[in-house]
């Protein structure tokens, strides 16, 4: 399995409104990837949900993917 990432990712804090990046952390069945393949702390993988979560109840982002 290939990390997203192969670095430590640069983004201090995932913002819900910044949806392009968001995108890149989540499958294209809308689901979000898991550490293995993220790369992120624990920490940063739970505000990373918490936005991507924010994102969705605000109509940025798909709940699931169109077929």
């Known amino acids: 399995m290939a990390k997203i990432f192969k670095h430590r990712t640069d983004v201090a804090y995932f913002d819900y409104k910044d949806f392009k990046t968001l995108q890149r ?3 294209q069945y809308g689901q979000i990837e898991s550490r293995k ?3 992120l702390t624990e920490s ?8 991507i979560k924010r ?7 798909q709940f699931v993917a169109t077929t």
């Open 25 to 27: 952390y989540v499958n």
């Open 55 to 61: 994102a969705r109840h605000m109509a940025l982002l």
């Open 44 to 51: 940063q993988q739970r505000h990373l949900a918490a936005a």
């Open 37 to 39: 393949k993220t790369g």
